[in-house]
């Protein structure tokens, strides 16, 4: 089949939330949304259980909620950045309303506000109780339909961001249903957003859908943008070990409604950790849960306390029970901390742009700063939302630039890829165990140089068999750069060999494609040195 060329004045990679918003505020620029499967399927948004935290409760203030973010980020946040998000909340929740988002409230009108880990008080507004990603992803994709500006191409994942001397050209995709050499796609396009979420599915456990493996942040690396706070992974604690890949969420909400955190003694183990027992900030509760499984525990989530309908607050939670055959109200429910949300990604300034002409992103996959160490539940998706507005309106601000003719080189390059699909597996498997062994919850000098070990090996012996494979492999070997240089405890970044917060890490370690190779070989030669001095001693 012949290569298809399309020419919008906007491409953005990426069908969440973040994506739809910048499109919908480029009206009438011609916009290209590529997705990976079906508009809005396997999304982290469409799966998100939270909601958008906003101060719209009574008592509630816009400093209030600057300031949770503030103390849960651990000092690595930026407070322009922060007050530039939660200012625009209440406004972020009146446009989702105007396009027909419906979200919970009381009978006299006002938000039903859920609670959520390190909130001051109850802030979240949620659409169908757990069901807030659903429901605003519904709103959204709605309106995207009935824009005329917007073309959607599914199907299509991207192998490459067309760039030179630091300017965007476009990028070059394929058909991910046939998965044939000739199959390509190119978009040109001077402005290319990436909206392409997370990074979860680089750890055996995680919630985030197969496709957020850090798509973005390798085609954004290799378009020579600069990446930060790479080493700053968010585990949630209450993954429902059912036995399922991705593992099914239990929001946090459900804590902030009554439930507790037991191991199999029916003790409860974060009572006394902190003040807020359960609802602590999500970095401590996903650690003590995970030192009792290092400990031999079993741990569970006790819902029998929950004052609300289960069934109605929490739909999605328990169909999952449903089907393992449990119910909420009368057993206990197994659970396992898993990779949830990446703060770190490629680095945006205020107006979401990258260091790379023409290139933004919003969304996970950017690291505006909003997080710092440790993000407060339920301002992603706010985040997403005020970032793909400024996105939109920056883009919109500045003449469309004309591209020159692509080099043919670039998609000729692409059309030599031949894929191994499925003996990659084996190897995905294994970088996604040793990422979470490794480079997981706690990590520590030996276990990040065995987790590069691991990385290498696997990276000689695939032989390049999946452009999946070959962007895991790379991001692997950012957040290991990362978790190895960061040499101290600080938020959800966790080392037993550097158990304090140590104030000369005040700092965001930013790296870039070219860095690699001298950041891996200064952690082997140091390995090394430090492997033969312990044998010496
Ligand atoms: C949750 O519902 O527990 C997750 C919310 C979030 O990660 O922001």
Redesign the pocket.
Known sequence: MADSIYRPDVVIVGGGVAGLTVALNLSPRKVCIITKSTLGMNTSSMW???GIAAAVGINDSVESHVEDTLTTAKGLADKNVILKVVTEAESIINDLENIGVNFDKNNDGSFDLGL?AAHSRNRIVRSKGDSSGIEIMRGLIKKVSESDNITVLENVSIDRIMSENNTIHGVIGRLVQENVPDNHVVIESSNVVLATGGLGGIFANTTNPRSSYGEGIALAAQAGAVLTDMEFIQF?PTGLDFGLDPTP?A???IRGDGAYLVNQNKERFMLGVHPENELAPRDLVAQNLFKQIEQGNSVFLDCRKVSSKFEIKYPQVASYCQAAGLNPKIDLLPILPVA??HIGGVKTDLDGKTSVEGLWCCGEVAATGIHGANRL????LLESMVFGRIVAKNINSSPIKKINKINPDFIVMYKEKTKNKIRAKKYIWQLRSSMMRNVGIVRNHNSIVRGLHDIIKIERESKGLSAKLNDMILVSKFIIIGAYFRKESRGCHLRSDYQNTDDNYILHFDLKFSDIDNKINEILNLADYKNRKQIVN
């Open positions: 998100a259980q939270g959520e949630h969420l929001t946090e909400a949830h949300y539940a339920s301002n992603s």
